[in-house]
């Protein structure tokens, strides 16, 4: 299904309309070229391409339509995280940094309640007085100090 010609063109059009999407909800529709878009790290299309991108062209295509639209929503989350943080409004926007989410194994969604969750059960399996790695936990605190500093 992934060398079908025809979806991986579909594809392409449908991630090429995201980037456009990025560059409108950031810029306003005007594109900066010495603004870094968060589509040039997050997908690559091309075979030739060096890029450390997350998600290939064949990787999106032997997605099911369900994991395509987690990837799409992953993605916009960015979008406007990126864009809250530009604006200095992350703190009002309810919203939470994707990238350390997704080291804690959470939804890029996530409440409140569910990363204090799992910050408790990463903590118990990483404490090093229960026998965890040290740096594991200490890595923990930090990226729970980081999500949770402008909202308490």
């Not at 603004?35 to 099911?64: E, H, V």
Request: net charge positive.
């Amino acid at each position: 299904m992934a060398d079908n010609p025809i979806r991986l063109d579909e594809i392409k059009r449908k991630v090429r309309k995201l980037k456009k999407l990025e560059v409108r909800i950031r810029f306003n529709g005007i594109n900066q070229p010495e603004k870094n878009l968060i589509w040039d790290n997050f997908f690559k299309l091309s075979d030739t391409s060096n890029s450390k991108a997350k998600y290939s062209l064949q990787l999106l295509a032997s997605m099911s339509h369900e994991e395509y639209m987690n990837v799409v929503n992953e993605y916009v989350s960015l979008i406007y995280f990126e864009l809250y943080k530009e604006s200095g409004m992350i703190s009002e926007s309810g919203i939470y940094d994707p990238v350390i989410l997704s080291r804690l194994d959470l939804p890029f969604h996530a409440d409140e309640t569910s990363i204090k969750k799992r910050f408790r059960e990463l903590a118990k399996k990483y404490h090093p007085d229960a026998g965890g790695d040290a740096a594991m936990f200490m890595e923990l605190m930090d990226h729970y100090r980081k999500l949770l500093r402008n909202r308490e």
